[in-house]
């Protein structure tokens, strides 16, 4: 049982949301990253990434830490347990200041996650889970059990897409599915969040740009929660490894749609070269 990391996780994730509603009160500054200099960073992103790794090397100091904005060493694959931290996911919502961004901290043993706490600072929604002791969502003060839909039909299915952008793929995978309807969201955390809410069922990540600490707290919370989250072949994101890159995509689903959405999602993947055939 992990419940002392899951607490700690919780409480680091209110800590880190703190620091990050302070600089969105104010006229912040954005730079960009990455080899386009196309992935917008804010003082948020860093501040609230330095707290996170503090309180973690703090409690857990054998642990690993992979975070977002943190250099690392080729050591923290040696450990059993890694933290994977995404200390401002959704950084253009953040930008935009449509709220639609959270605070996502993930345990992976062994390569695989294991528990997740993600927190959208502006609401305070928490979503939280664990693997074999279940998740739930915690608002108002009030936790309550997720679970998420047992939609079967995929033309039951509702689809959630990124509200910054929407790939080409997107209506192409509604036709073939027959999914009628759409919901938009930010922050992969909160994505899934909409998913174990039972608000909608799916979530296609058609692309190589995500990496580990988009993942891992929301896998968590969502097998937590009865669903399925895997990469656009079908098989386990894999942690502890040297590339923290998420190259085959995200397929996260409802398990009683998964085997019906799998093949349909693998052959769009197969065709833009992310899975091979």
């Given at each position: 049982m992990l419940s002392k990391e899951l607490h700690h996780a919780i409480e680091i994730?209110?800590?880190?949301?703190?620091?990050?509603?302070?600089?969105?009160?104010?006229?912040?500054?954005?730079?960009f990253k990455g080899s386009g200099q196309s992935d917008p960073v804010t003082e948020a992103d860093r501040r609230a990434n330095a707290l996170i790794v503090a309180r973690l090397r703090e409690a857990f100091p054998d642990d690993g830490i992979i975070a977002e904005e943190s250099q690392h060493k080729a050591s923290v694959f040696e450990k059993r347990r890694i933290w994977y931290v995404d200390p401002l996911d959704g950084t253009k919502e953040f930008v935009a200041k449509n709220g639609e961004f959270s605070v996502m901290i993930g345990l992976a043993v062994d390569g695989r996650a294991q528990l997740g706490a993600v927190l959208q600072p502006s609401d305070g929604t928490l979503y939280a889970g664990e693997l074999g002791a279940g998740a739930f969502v915690e608002r108002g003060g009030k936790r309550t059990?997720?679970?998420?839909?047992?939609?079967?039909?995929?033309?039951?299915?509702?689809?959630?897409?990124?509200?910054?952008?929407?790939?080409?793929?997107?209506?192409?995978?509604?036709?073939?599915?027959?999914?009628?309807?759409?919901?938009?969201?930010?922050?992969?955390?909160?994505?899934?969040?909409?998913?174990?809410?039972?608000?909608?069922?799916?979530?296609?990540?058609?692309?190589?740009?995500?990496?580990?600490?988009?993942?891992?707290?929301?896998?968590?919370?969502?097998?937590?929660?009865?669903?399925?989250?895997?990469?656009?072949?079908?098989?386990?994101?894999?942690?502890?490894?040297?590339?923290?890159?998420?190259?085959?995509?995200?397929?996260?689903?409802?398990?009683?749609?998964?085997?019906?959405?799998?093949?349909?999602?693998?052959?769009?993947?197969?065709?833009?070269?992310?899975?091979?055939?």
């Open positions: 994730a209110r800590e880190a949301s703190a620091v990050l509603l302070d600089i969105y009160a104010t006229d912040f500054a954005v730079d059990p997720l679970a998420v839909s047992s939609h079967r039909e995929t033309d039951k299915l509702g689809l959630i897409v990124s509200r910054s952008h929407r790939p080409a793929a997107t209506d192409e995978l509604m036709r073939r599915l027959g999914i009628a309807r759409e919901v938009s969201s930010g922050s992969v955390g909160l994505k899934v969040g909409q998913i174990a809410l039972q608000n909608a069922d799916l979530y296609v990540h058609m692309s190589d740009k995500s990496s580990a600490w988009d993942t891992c707290a929301p896998e968590a919370v969502l097998i937590a929660a009865g669903g399925r989250f895997t990469d656009l072949a079908g098989e386990p994101i894999a942690y502890g490894v040297s590339d923290v890159r998420t190259r085959r995509g995200i397929l996260a689903c409802n398990a009683a749609a998964f085997s019906a959405v799998l093949p349909v999602v693998r052959e769009l993947a197969e065709r833009q070269g992310l899975v091979r055939p």
